[in-house]
Nanobody
Framework: QVQLVESGGGSVQAGDSLRLSCTASGGFFSRSALAWFRQAPGKEREFVALISRGGGTSDYVDSVKGRFIISRDNDRKTVYLQMNSLKPEDTAVYSC????????????????????WGQGTQVTVSP
């Protein structure tokens, strides 16, 4: 059974850092592109960051560029989101997602293209 489990969320103050982790079960991880999305109360789900299957391509929403870093460890079947200089507007439920793909496939920010999802972890940033 395919499963993604996030951890690392919490309540912090503006300017602090958090590192989210998302660990997968099943054999699909190394063949998948991975992404983080977030959803704040009353708002649409928003793309945050992605990393390609091979790890050579990453992409970020403009609001987190220079502050967040996505990485992956295929041996641990884990994708990370290092979040620095957090702001109150980063408050949301963060979910990881995976998309099986071929090595040369283009990356995508579209949540509909992702097959597997974690349950989400809450990040709350106070002023």
């Amino acid at each position: 059974q395919v499963q993604l489990v996030e951890s690392g969320g919490g309540s912090v103050q503006a300017g602090d850092s958090l590192r989210l982790s998302c660990t997968a079960s099943g054999g699909f991880f190394s063949r998948s592109a991975l992404a983080w999305f977030r959803q704040a109360p009353g708002k649409e789900r928003e793309f945050v960051a992605l990393i390609s299957r091979g790890g050579g391509t990453s992409d970020y929403v403009d609001s987190v560029k220079g502050r967040f870093i996505i990485s992956r460890d295929n041996d641990r079947k884990t994708v990370y989101l290092q979040m620095n200089s957090l702001k109150p507007e980063d408050t949301a439920v963060y979910s990881c997602a995976a998309r099986r793909t071929i090595l040369t496939a283009p990356v995508t920010r579209n949540y509909e293209d992702y097959e597997y999802w974690g349950q989400g972890t809450q990040v709350t940033v106070s002023p």
